[in-house]
């Protein structure tokens, strides 16, 4: 037993030699030089810019690379690869600032300014308040529109697919020049050769691609035109039924005159469709990154893939490049705010930038996606544009927008105030007829249709009111939700900060809700008390708090029909009292049942 802490002493020493030895005969023991027959090994990403020897080249006989180069492995002292080192390049534009990669030559942040290219922000209740009163509160990060996917090429990268791939981890040497920048990258097969440039103002990007055949032979494939963002489905809300105007982005394309797009689910979803490919990209609530051929739409194929936490599109287009010959194509990009103006002015250059051919139109603000309410959002927003270039504030416009349809409005709801103050005039004859049948309900509810038939009265007019607004309603919400315009934009400095998202501090909400209950109070009273309870109370508290997180314009509309409906009601009780001939046609019903 004296020997046993000398024993434990060799079975550490000798384990450690183990170690040692076996990570040296891993690591930096030199290794032979490979057979002169051999062909050498496929190049990882890392190793020689991602380039995998295309089939038609492994075909060949290929002479194998000096040993004290090639046939080292990692970790020795072997010479660097000739493979260009990754940088980033800055590009600071009014609008944007980018960070262009020498890796695939691609955008690895688009970063966009100003106070209104943010993310959208929803204040907590305390935030909300502690603005209302003047105090500081946080701002939104500034809205980036080039988020890359681990893994995935970089959005607007170049990407070759077919018999000699360009892959997106393709390094490049860069040069910056003035309002443009270089790049060259080189294959077995291809060189390729990306000028990007740009002017001092605007959204937009030009691209202009040149692929080279090195080889002795014609190469065919694919230009891919990749575009992925990385999602944080945190910061992701869909729309809902009870308000909230969501932030969800899109896969979209606009192929064959048709605007493609895949919405986010909890699963992976893919989508392709062929034809003319106008534009690819991601379209988000407010904002949209895209990438259209120059010259006008190119036949060739869209591909819209979404996950929670990522979206996809890539643009593919065949090509077909002859042996020393050159292959040369356009692409032009619009990362920015989806203004409708903006958008309409994209336009589609001709391929040949001498040529005299107008612009082909890129169809670019199809990306602001109305629905089935278009044809009343359109013109609703014109005239909302053309009030805030008059007045210079939106809230205002909204409230001027309340004004000009209850006008145009004003003889079907008057029909209906009017059908409604003869209702209350005829109460005294429905609680009689309710004593005569008090057993009989059916008969009651004949006798009194009979009475307001004779009357001319339309018992459920106070309803045609709301199914009259209820589309302008519509219209507005999904107004607010798709328009750049709106987005962002205050009714004071301090209240109402965003008309198209709701009201934190819930002020509007409660001030609608008292309004609703004092038009509820001006409709005739029901038969029954419990159910003219509910009309007086429990719908306007119930359609208050449906309208909670609901847009603060769509409130501040309600709100302000409502006060005009009292004041409209309040002058038509005057008009009435002074023996208008508004209750004309109830007088001989009456004088009859008498």
């Given at each position: 037993m004296e020997n046993d802490p000398n024993q434990k002493r060799t079975l550490i020493a000798l384990g450690l030699c183990f170690v040692l030895v076996s990570v040296y005969l891993t690591w930096f023991a030199p290794s032979a030089s490979p057979p002169p027959v051999a062909t050498p090994p496929v190049a990882t990403a890392h190793d020689a810019g991602g380039v995998a020897p295309p089939p038609v080249a492994s075909a060949r006989p290929v002479t194998p690379p000096p040993p004290p180069k090639d046939a080292r492995p990692r970790g020795s002292d072997a010479e660097p690869t000739a493979e260009p080192p990754v940088r980033t390049i800055a590009v600071q534009r009014k609008l944007v600032h980018y960070l262009f990669s020498t890796e695939g030559a691609g955008l690895s942040s688009a970063e966009l300014q100003g106070a209104k290219n943010r993310e959208q922000l929803a204040l907590s209740f305390s935030e909300g308040w502690a603005q209302l009163v003047g105090k500081d509160v946080p701002h939104a990060p500034q809205m980036n529109l080039a988020a890359p996917v681990p893994s995935e090429p970089l959005p607007f990268a170049v990407v070759v697919s077919g018999d000699a791939p360009v892959p997106g981890t393709l390094r490049y040497t860069a040069e910056q020049g003035d309002h443009r920048i270089t790049f060259v990258g080189r294959t077995e097969s291809w060189e390729i050769t990306r000028v990007i440039s740009w002017v001092d103002d605007g959204y937009e990007l030009s691209s202009t691609l040149t692929l080279r055949n090195l080889t002795g032979h014609p190469l065919s494939g694919e230009l891919v035109v990749p575009w992925v963002r990385a999602i944080d489905p945190a910061h992701e809300e869909k729309p809902s039924f009870f308000g909230g105007v969501g932030n969800v982005s899109d896969s979209a394309c606009f192929v064959k005159d048709s605007y493609e797009h895949e919405t986010v689910s909890d699963k992976v979803q893919t989508k392709e469709k062929l034809g003319p490919v106008s534009w690819v990209g991601i379209n988000q609530q407010y904002f949209v990154s895209a990438v259209c051929p120059v010259g006008g739409a190119k036949e060739g194929k869209c591909v819209l893939t979404t996950s929670p936490t990522e979206r996809r599109v890539v643009g593919r287009f065949p090509i077909q490049v002859g042996p020393q010959q050159s292959f040369t194509q356009s692409f032009g990009a619009f990362l920015g705010p989806k203004e409708t103006d903006l958008l309409s002015?994209?336009?589609?250059?001709?391929?040949?930038?001498?040529?005299?051919?107008?612009?082909?139109?890129?169809?670019?603000?199809?990306?602001?996606?109305?629905?089935?309410?278009?044809?009343?959002?359109?013109?609703?927003?014109?005239?909302?544009?053309?009030?805030?270039?008059?007045?210079?504030?939106?809230?205002?416009?909204?409230?001027?927008?309340?004004?000009?349809v209850k006008v145009l409005l004003v003889p079907l709801t008057h029909r209906a105030m009017v059908g409604q103050e003869a209702m209350k005039k005829l109460q005294p004859k429905v609680e009689a007829l309710k004593k005569k049948y008090p057993d009989d309900k059916e008969r009651q509810q004949m006798e009194m249709m009979k009475l307001y038939q004779e009357a001319g009265v339309n018992p459920f007019g106070s309803c045609l009111m709301l199914l009259i607004q209820l589309p302008v309603w519509a219209a507005l919400f999904t107004t607010?939700?798709?328009?750049?315009?709106?987005?962002?934009?205050?009714?004071?400095?301090?209240?109402?900060?965003?008309?198209?998202?709701?009201?934190?501090?819930?002020?509007?909400?409660?001030?609608?809700?008292?309004?609703q209950i004092i038009t509820s109070r001006l409709q005739p009273p029901a038969l029954d008390p419990a159910q003219q309870r509910m009309m007086v109370w429990f719908m306007p508290i119930f359609f208050t708090a449906i309208l909670l997180n609901y847009p603060a314009g769509l409130l501040l509309y309600i709100f302000t029909n409502n006060l005009l409906t009292v004041l409209q009601q309040a002058v038509l009780k005057r008009l009435l009292a002074r023996g208008g001939d508004s209750a004309a046609p109830l007088k001989p019903a009456l004088e009859k049942r008498k």
């Open positions: 002015a994209v336009p589609t250059l001709p391929a040949n930038r001498e040529e005299s051919a107008s612009p082909a139109p890129v169809h670019l603000e199809r990306a602001v996606d109305y629905g089935i309410w278009a044809a009343l959002c359109k013109p609703m927003l014109w005239f909302l544009k053309k009030c805030h270039e008059f007045v210079g504030n939106w809230g205002v416009a909204i409230i001027l927008l309340t004004f000009v607010l939700r798709n328009s750049f315009e709106l987005y962002g934009e205050p009714f004071t400095a301090h209240f109402l900060t965003d008309l198209t998202i709701k009201d934190p501090t819930y002020l509007l909400p409660f001030l609608l809700g008292v309004s």
